[in-house]
């Protein structure tokens, strides 16, 4: 079982819809959680991290945490086609001291 | 926010050649840097923990003596792929973590494309 695991999608959503992406971990001592954003041929960019139980607000993205399901995910408001890339979630594993990625999921943002 | 640059942003050597590729972090101090290598379509694998005046430390599977890591400064560290194949060809990519508000951040550099011919 992977640590960090996505859905590979690709999810398609159309614009200006809501996009949610999830991710689930396995070791119960990861304390922080981040969200990248990769665009083809590029980099991974961080877009958001969450601590703490509950939602984290952040312009047009909200991250949520529920550390009791081991879930994590990121919701997209009014999603735009320049949204389309993959988004990596990473968490911070005990023993670790880089973070532990999940595969990806891709989105695409339909004009 | 924190930089982290990386030199070249790509390169193009024939099979045998060693190709070094340096990753700096520009406004902070970064005693700890990571080496990952994404192939296409793939996920991002660690490669490596790169340490400041001591030795890296290698993940499962990946060759020590085949990918050397030096990390010389607090801003410094560097990658060599020596005799570079062609399965060697991927996209190579440092990252460096920050601490801020008592939390770490990892941030990446722009990667470096490497094709070996």
């Known amino acids: 079982q992977k640590e960090v695991e996505q859905n590979s999608g690709p999810l398609s959503v159309p614009e200006g819809a809501i996009a949610s992406l999830n991710c689930t971990y396995s070791d119960r001592g990861s304390q922080s959680f981040f969200w990248y954003r990769q665009y083809s041929g590029k980099s991974p960019e961080l877009i958001m991290f969450?601590?703490?139980?509950g939602d984290k607000e952040d312009g047009r993205f909200t991250a949520q945490l529920n550390k009791a399901s081991q879930y994590v995910s990121l919701l997209i408001r009014d999603s735009q086609p320049s949204d389309s890339a993959t988004y990596l979630c990473?968490?911070?594993?005990?023993?670790?001291?880089?973070?532990?990625f999940g595969s990806g999921t891709r989105l695409q943002v339909q004009p | 926010g924190a930089v982290v640059s990386q030199h070249p942003s790509w390169v193009i050597c024939k099979s045998g050649t060693s190709v070094k590729i340096e990753c700096r972090s520009l406004?902070?101090?970064?005693?700890?840097m990571f080496w990952y290598r994404q192939f296409p379509k793939q996920s991002l694998m660690l490669m490596a923990t790169s340490n400041e005046g001591s030795k890296a430390t290698y993940e499962q599977g990946v060759e020590k003596d085949k990918f050397l890591i030096n990390h010389a400064s607090l801003t410094l560290s560097t990658l060599t792929v020596t005799s570079a194949h062609p399965e060697d060809s991927s996209f190579y990519i440092c990252?460096?973590?920050?601490?801020?508000?008592?939390?770490?951040?990892?941030?990446f550099g722009p990667g470096t494309r490497l094709t070996v011919l």
């Open positions: 990252s460096a973590r920050v601490r801020r508000e008592g939390h770490k951040e990892q941030f």
């Open positions: 406004d902070f101090q970064a005693t700890t």
């Open positions: 990473a968490g911070s594993d005990t023993g670790r001291r880089a973070l532990t």
């Open positions: 969450i601590y703490s139980n």
